[in-house]
Every structure is written in structure tokens, then in C-alpha cells.
T-cell receptor
Framework: DVKVTQSSRYLVKRTGEKVFLECVQD?????MFWYRQDPGLGLRLIYF???????EKGDIPEGYSVSREKKERFSLILESASTNQTSMYLC??????????FGPGTRLTVL | GENVEQHPSTLSVQEGDSAVIKCTYS??????FPWYKQELGKGPQLIID?????GEKKDQRIAVTLNKTAKHFSLHITETQPEDSAVYFC??????????????FGTGTSLTVIP
């Protein structure tokens, strides 16, 4: 079974802090994604990566950056956390086929 | 870019009844339409998908229909059970791209099955 793990289920940070969200997948997938999920807005794509060291902006990249130094790991970085970045963050991966496999999510609260 | 709309946002049905969730999309190039189920505290999980060369697909109690001309697709759950209670998301994508084709998600439907 494909497994996508995220480093934390719940995270509380203060405004201005630098925040790292880590995602690891164990199925050698080329593609990895970061979404945020907000009530009434569904899932919105922040960034995705289709190969090591490659990244593409999604629909809402402002305030975020990403890092993909190894194939299995995709990190989302909030350079200076703000209260409007309080959200559920979901990581996903997929191979060359279509199905995306999601992690359990990280609920981030920025105070 | 693609715009996916999903209705209704909430749906309550009696156990044993059917549930239908509808989505529309805007980009005629979209050719892959998955449906995800998200249970409380978990990430979304694929439950069924359909490609644009197929009009309907069934898997036990769930089915998806696609109308390419009208650009809409629907999820049908028959004989609903309490464990079907969850949030359901539709999505649209231009599939089979190895450069990480982007998925566009609907806003979700919270389904409650009343025992």
C-alpha cells in the first residue's frame, strides 16, 4: 500500500515564525503536491513537484515555498507565518498514472 | 484555468436511500475526473474515477456518470449506509501527464446518512 506521511498532525505557531511541514512517500512517486483545505473552498493547490529539485506554482503560492531535495520528501515552508495561513495542509503523491494518494493532513494554527 | 463547481454543499439522506452529488467543469480539455472521500481526521481517498472516453462507471454501490457535452459529472451512491457519511470531493484534471498534471477540486459535499 502507498503510504504518505506528514510530520505533524497538529501544529501551533506564532505570527512571523518560519514553519516547515514535511511530507514523505514510500512508493517512489515522481509527483508530489501540497494543498491547503479550507471550509467552503475545497482543496487548493499551493505547489507541486514532478521531479527532484523541480517545483511548479499552483493556484495560491504566495507566502509559501517548497523544497524537494530527495524523491521521497517534499517540504512546504512558510517563511513568515501569518494568521491567514491557519488551515489544514494536505500532501499528496502520484506516479505517472492519475491517482493521487493523500497524507492524513497537518492542521496548522497560527496565533 | 479550470473551474470545478460542486453541489450540494451538504446532503442528508436516510439509510438505504440514494445520494447524488453533482459537479460541473469549465475546461473541455479536462479528461480525468476522480471522486475522493474524506473521513474525519483523514486525508482524501480515491473512491472512483472516470476518464472522458467513458460515460459511466460502476463499482458496487457507487457509480459516476459523465456528460462531456454539458461538462458535468455526478457521483451516485445507492443503498447508503452510515459509514458512507463523509465529505466527498470531485476533481478534474488533464490526465496522464508525467509533469504532474494539476487537479482542480470542487468545494466538497458533506454527506450524512441518518440511521
Amino acid at each position: 500500500d502507498v503510504k504518505v506521511t506528514q510530520s505533524s498532525r497538529y501544529l501551533v505557531k506564532r505570527t512571523g515564525e518560519k514553519v516547515f511541514l514535511e511530507c514523505v512517500q514510500d512508493m517512489d512517486h515522481e509527483n508530489m503536491f501540497w494543498y491547503r483545505q479550507d471550509p467552503g473552498l475545497g482543496l487548493r493547490l499551493i505547489y507541486f513537484s514532478y521531479d527532484v529539485k523541480m517545483k511548479e506554482k499552483g493556484d495560491i503560492p504566495e507566502g509559501y515555498s517548497v523544497s524537494r531535495e530527495k524523491k521521497e520528501r517534499f517540504s512546504l515552508i512558510l517563511e513568515s507565518a501569518s494568521t491567514n495561513q491557519t488551515s489544514m495542509y494536505l500532501c499528496a503523491s502520484k506516479s505517472g498514472g492519475n491517482e493521487q494518494f493523500f497524507g492524513p493532513g497537518t492542521r496548522l494554527t497560527v496565533l | 484555468g479550470e473551474n470545478v463547481e460542486q453541489h450540494p454543499s451538504t446532503l442528508s439522506v436516510q439509510e438505504g436511500d440514494s445520494a447524488v452529488i453533482k459537479c460541473t467543469y469549465s475546461d473541455s480539455a479536462s479528461n480525468y475526473f476522480p471522486w475522493y472521500k474524506q473521513e474525519l481526521g483523514k486525508g482524501p481517498q480515491l473512491i472512483i474515477d472516470i476518464r472522458s472516453n467513458v460515460g459511466e462507471k460502476k463499482d458496487q454501490r457507487i457509480a459516476v456518470t459523465l456528460n462531456k457535452t454539458a461538462k458535468h459529472f455526478s457521483l451516485h451512491i445507492t443503498e447508503t449506509q452510515p459509514e458512507d457519511s463523509a465529505v466527498y470531493f470531485c476533481a478534474a484534471s488533464i490526465g496522464l501527464s508525467n509533469t504532474g498534471n494539476q487537479f482542480y477540486f470542487g468545494t466538497g459535499t458533506s454527506l450524512t446518512v441518518i440511521p
